[in-house]
């Protein structure tokens, strides 16, 4: 790569985004670069997984918790996560769609489903009922609110870094997140996670290197 191409890519590119690789040649840097988005992209397919596994089964306990009334209107919610459905409703509405509630489930945002697990709704007796039957293959020692918002909410910023095409290849913890997506995808449903497994090279993507 001669000089003149590595200006062209960082004057797309900016180079204030391109510092953040800075390797001691423009070629390392274009490289380091590219091995952020090759590790991106191999998390994908896991984080695919564990999101609408989590968010459908987070939804059908608390279904089966409310005897399959809709349980948006009569849990008692704080006010904002009553405000994200309300805005999963509009933007259903503002997209013309019919607003159904499998339409609001896909909506709704991760952050949404791993509150479910999180300190404040701790007090209400459905976080225990989604505990236990949303994540039946969780072995008990683990199957608390505390282990369990810790986990994922470091899977909602390694999505939500990688949803805005931020730099994740630095994380020392990259190995121990994969392995942790995995298992709580076969918390969830172990067929899931056999087949999420089928789609996963995050090990081979860690090493991944261009010629240029």
Not at 122 to 146: E, W
Not at 181 to 190: A, N, V, Y
């Amino acid at each position: 790569m001669n000089q003149q191409q590595f200006d062209s890519i960082e004057n797309t590119l900016t180079q204030i985004r391109l510092q953040a690789y800075a390797g001691n040649t423009n070629e390392m840097t274009i490289s380091n670069y590219l091995n952020n988005i090759e590790i991106c992209r191999s998390f994908y397919p896991l984080l695919h997984f564990f999101e609408v596994s989590l968010r459908n089964a987070i939804d059908k306990a608390l279904t089966d918790y409310s005897n399959g009334q809709e349980w948006m209107d009569i849990l008692p919610l704080d006010s904002k996560s009553k405000l994200k459905i309300f805005n999963a409703k509009q933007t259903i509405e503002l997209h013309r769609h019919i607003v159904t509630h499998d339409r609001i489930v896909a909506e709704l945002s991760l952050g949404f489903w791993t509150s479910f697990v999180s300190k404040k709704f701790s007090q209400y007796p459905f976080q225990g009922y989604v505990l236990r039957y949303a994540f039946p293959n969780c072995p008990k020692f683990m199957r608390t609110a505390k282990n369990m918002q810790k986990r994922f909410e470091s899977f909602r910023i390694l999505r939500n870094r990688i949803s805005h095409c931020e730099r994740i290849n630095h994380f020392k913890n990259l190995t121990i997140l994969h392995a942790e997506l995995l298992e709580s995808i076969g918390w969830i449903e172990k067929e899931v996670a056999d087949l999420a497994s089928k789609m996963d090279y995050v090990n081979s993507s860690l090493n991944f290197k261009v010629a240029l």
